[in-house]
């Protein structure tokens, strides 16, 4: 039986060794976290649910790959790193504009996944609401912001965003967070 002292460290390294018990614990220890961490994004067409399970499958991550002699590391900020990259990689790949057929696939009742046709029409009506979208976000974000989540929306990285705007990381990395709050408030209405 697992028990509620140990760390988890330890739970990690028993459920490596395949104690189902140690990988629910930090699970149920760590849930908290997982939706913590989807909070914080917004995805289009979706809901707050799919980016938590997206973070679930970043916590299963941490749990098999995390290594306690990794730089001194402890599990919780192991976790936190997985589970955010996880979220923030379904965000940006459903964002782009290239994957969009993709990302409208849909599963049918017996699990498989079946891509719909896209006529001319759908993709008219899928770009008036992209274009909505932009509207909303226009009138919420600063000229800056704006410029920042298009393009991070757009699927492009920190690093390329940086470039184009000349501006340092974290002036960029400040406005997408500040975006994303701002843009929660209006897409939850």
């Not at 409208?104 to 017996?110: A, H, K, Y």
Request: net charge positive; aromatic share 8%; proline share 2%.
């Amino acid at each position: 039986m697992v028990s509620e002292k140990k760390t988890d460290e330890a739970l990690v390294a028993l459920a490596q060794a395949g104690d189902k018990q140690a990988t629910d614990e930090l699970i149920s220890r760590h849930f908290g976290l997982v939706r913590y961490c989807a909070r914080g994004f917004f995805l289009i067409g979706g809901e707050t649910e799919d980016l938590i399970q997206e973070g679930m499958l970043g916590l299963y991550h941490a749990i098999g790959d995390y290594k306690k002699r990794e730089k001194g590391r402890n599990f919780k900020n192991f976790a936190y790193l997985c589970i955010s990259r996880r979220i923030f990689d379904a965000v940006k790949t459903t964002s782009r504009k290239k994957n969009m057929p993709v990302n409208l696939s849909l599963s049918s009742d017996d699990g498989e996944w079946i891509s719909r046709e896209f006529n001319p029409e759908d993709l008219l009506i899928l770009e008036d609401e992209r274009r909505e979208v932009k509207q909303k976000m226009s009138r919420v974000l600063s000229d800056f912001e704006f410029k920042v989540m298009t393009m991070y929306m757009d699927g492009m990285s920190g690093a390329e965003i940086c470039e184009v705007c000349e501006k340092p990381f974290k002036s960029v990395d400040n406005a997408i967070q500040r975006s994303k709050r701002k843009l929660q408030k209006i897409f939850k209405k």
